[in-house]
């Protein structure tokens, strides 16, 4: 026997009321957001930090990477980021698990032309020294990140750079993210610094006085990335 019976009076109106805020909410956040990263650095010593899975670290080459990319779902729109980092020469640790890459974080020196710094380096006004190191794009595979793994990962690659002379690590979080911000607080980061930014309509980015636009995803090498026009 079908249900004729009216809904109570004003549900409709209630139901679409509600639409109607989260429709303005999606709007709101499309046109205008606001970032707030948090700028840590930690320095480089033998923590004995022993990984509770067995995982190991590698470094990266382009192969390594396109393979990553095609072989998991969850990086297969990083693609085209990936190819952007390795044409500005920074380089990649792989985390390793019984042979199979799950894992990967990037970063580069002082050593670069300035033209292929990280362009986060220049938005916070920050330079770095001989012996530090800007690292970004922490990324494990959804499976690998429980019972320790992002954590084991994130140590894994401090001793890494730790062995190979350097003696300061630098990163950045956005606050908003905040698994990120727990796993740098959790591993000793101290933060530095707090940039806050305005986006607007994901292509203009203000910050710290000066005026960013995304670049596309074409036709340039930080395809990622903001770049100053004023």
Same mark, same amino acid.
Request: with cysteine.
């Given at each position: 026997?079908?249900?004729?019976?009216?809904?109570?009076?004003?549900?409709?109106?209630?139901?679409?009321?509600?639409?109607?805020?989260?429709?303005?909410?999606?709007?709101?956040?499309?046109?205008?957001?606001? %970032?707030?990263?948090?700028?840590?650095?930690?320095?480089?010593?033998?923590?004995?930090? %022993?990984?509770? =899975?067995?995982?190991?670290?590698?470094?990266?080459?382009?192969?390594? %990477?396109?393979?990553?990319?095609?072989?998991?779902?969850?990086? =297969?729109?990083?693609?085209?980021?990936?190819?952007?980092?390795?044409?500005?020469?920074?380089?990649?640790?792989?985390?390793?698990?019984?042979?199979?890459?799950?894992?990967?974080?990037?970063?580069?020196?002082?050593?670069?032309? =300035?033209?292929?710094?990280?362009?986060?380096?220049?938005?916070?006004?920050?330079?770095?020294?001989?012996?530090?190191?800007?690292?970004?794009?922490? @990324?494990?595979?959804?499976?690998?990140?429980?019972?320790?793994?992002?954590?084991? @990962?994130?140590?894994? @690659?401090?001793?890494?750079?730790?062995?190979?002379?350097?003696?300061?690590?630098?990163?950045?979080?956005?606050?908003?993210?905040?698994?990120?911000?727990?796993?740098?607080?959790?591993?000793?980061?101290?933060? %530095?610094?707090?940039?806050?930014?305005?986006?607007?309509?994901?292509?203009?980015?203000?910050?710290?006085?000066?005026?960013?636009?995304?670049?596309?995803?074409?036709?340039?090498?930080?395809?990622?990335? @903001?770049?100053?026009?004023?």
């Amino acid at each position: 026997m079908s249900d004729n019976r009216k809904p109570p009076s004003g549900s409709k109106k209630r139901r679409r009321k509600v639409t109607a805020k989260k429709i303005a909410a999606l709007l709101k956040e499309r046109i205008y957001e606001e %970032v707030r990263d948090v700028v840590m650095d930690k320095e480089l010593v033998d923590e004995g930090y %022993v990984p509770k =899975r067995a995982m190991r670290v590698v470094e990266g080459d382009r192969s390594a %990477v396109m393979q990553f990319c095609r072989d998991n779902r969850e990086m =297969r729109g990083e693609k085209a980021k990936c190819l952007s980092y390795l044409d500005n020469h920074y380089r990649v640790l792989l985390a390793e698990v019984e042979g199979k890459i799950v894992g990967h974080i990037w970063w580069h020196d002082h050593r670069l032309e =300035r033209a292929d710094l990280h362009p986060q380096l220049l938005r916070y006004g920050l330079e770095l020294k001989p012996g530090e190191v800007w690292s970004f794009d922490l @990324f494990l595979l959804q499976q690998y990140r429980g019972g320790g793994g992002s954590n084991d @990962f994130f140590a894994l @690659f401090r001793e890494y750079l730790r062995q190979a002379g350097y003696a300061r690590v630098w990163g950045s979080v956005d606050s908003a993210y905040l698994p990120a911000v727990w796993l740098h607080k959790v591993q000793g980061y101290r933060a %530095v610094k707090t940039v806050e930014a305005r986006l607007l309509c994901s292509v203009l980015l203000w910050s710290e006085g000066h005026l960013y636009l995304r670049n596309p995803p074409i036709g340039v090498k930080q395809k990622f990335d @903001f770049r100053a026009i004023w």
